[in-house]
């Protein structure tokens, strides 16, 4: 007679279909119970994919009836994961003078929402179009120091605040207020009054693009943009790692409920280009996002490497697309601005409909 820890490790060759992983490392067996004449494994999962989760228990019951004579049994919790934020039902004012604001998001924290709204803002900016970049993340800001205007302290206009410009963009981050290294232990609510603050108390004047880096997952930074702007789209990074790659389905589910068009996916960190010898490694497997996009249904907007250089020009305060506009990532983020630019306004044209 196996120990259920003997059946886990056996459950371990069972990969989650279309991922190159199984489904104990994606912490989908809750437990395992060995009765004197069966063994009943428990599943959680947040997918709605029946036919994975049909092809996972033929799987199972199969491996587990080989290995043991006993009669298995599967039971499968659905938890639905948390529950993105509802928009309110109604309208929402624009900001006065603001064009198209498009958010920045990804399910994963670190994929690099922030290098790539930084980037794509100032690339933006380079095409002569008008742009903001708001920094909605409060605890983990990162668009003055990507932006080189960490200790710049807005000006003020009575009680409103003047965006910091910077490379032609328009700028405001909790970076500029608190200096680099101050924690920023705000609660919930606060994150509320920030992006409240950012939105209807910064001079922004005319802006065609208004581009939100928001903060990962789905909180009360993503509730305050759903409840207080329309969103003319929006953008999911997204890194090759499985872990990744699942999240993209709650970026893009989030962008759903907040009845803003995905506007596309990004894989970053897609591979790693050698700054020496320019030798190409895909230490994750690329490939990954431009799947999950077409799963979706929705456009994939591009690949962008690991490079040591898109990391040091954002140190440095710099983007690379300002840096080093030549560079080929700076023209690849360049692509993508056009990409998120075309969209926006076919959208606006009423040319997609999807
Ligand atoms: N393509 C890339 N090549 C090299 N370094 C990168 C790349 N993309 C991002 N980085 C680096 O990875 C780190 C994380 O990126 P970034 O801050 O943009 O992620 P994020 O998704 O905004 O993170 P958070 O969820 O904490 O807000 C940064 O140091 C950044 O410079
Ligand atoms: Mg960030």
Not at 30 to 59: C, H, K, M, Y
Not at 178 to 189: D, F, K
Not at 251 to 270: C, D, H, K, R, Y
Request: charged share 20%; proline share 7%.
């Amino acid at each position: 007679m196996p120990t259920p820890q003997e059946l886990l490790e056996l459950l371990r060759r069972v990969k989650y279909p279309g991922f190159n992983r199984d489904i104990v490392s994606f912490g989908m067996v809750r437990d395992i119970q060995l009765g004197s004449r069966s063994v009943t494994v428990e599943l959680s999962t947040t997918s709605e994919n029946a036919e994975a989760l049909e092809a996972i228990r033929r799987e199972i019951a199969a491996l587990v009836h080989d290995a043991t004579d006993l009669a298995v049994e599967i039971v499968v919790e659905t938890t639905r994961p948390a529950a993105p934020p509802r928009p309110a039902s109604r309208p929402k004012p624009p900001i006065p003078g603001v064009g198209a604001i498009v958010a920045i998001a990804s399910g994963k924290g670190g994929v690099g929402k922030s290098t790539v709204a930084t980037n794509v803002a100032c690339a933006l900016a380079t095409k002569g179009l008008r742009t903001g970049l708001l920094d909605a993340d409060a605890y983990g800001p990162s668009v003055s120091a990507m932006l080189g205007v960490g200790g710049d302290q807005p000006l003020r206009e009575g009680r409103r605040i003047i965006p910091v410009e910077r490379y032609g963009v328009r700028a405001i981050s909790m970076g500029m207020f608190l200096g680099e290294r101050s924690p920023v232990i705000w609660r919930g609510p606060m994150v509320t009054k920030l992006i409240t603050e950012f939105f209807r108390n910064v001079v922004w004047g005319e802006l065609d693009y208004l581009i939100l880096d928001l903060p990962p997952g789905t909180g009360d930074a993503q509730l305050a943009v759903a409840q207080q702007v329309p969103l003319a789209g929006g953008v999911v990074v997204t890194t090759p790692q499985d872990v990744a790659l699942l999240d993209v389905r709650r970026g893009i589910t989030m962008f759903e409920q907040l009845q803003a068009p995905v506007l596309g996916v990004i894989e970053n960190m897609s591979y790693h280009l050698c700054g020496g010898c320019g030798a190409r490694a895909e230490i994750f497997g690329h490939g990954g996002g431009e799947k999950m996009a077409r799963q979706f249904g929705v456009p994939f907007l591009g690949e962008i490497p690991l490079v040591r250089a898109i990391r040091a020009a954002g140190d440095a305060g710099t983007p690379i697309v300002v840096s080093d506009p030549a560079h080929p990532q700076s023209r690849v983020f360049a692509e993508i601005a056009g990409a998120v630019d075309a969209q926006v306004c076919e959208r606006a044209a009423g040319i997609v409909t999807h």
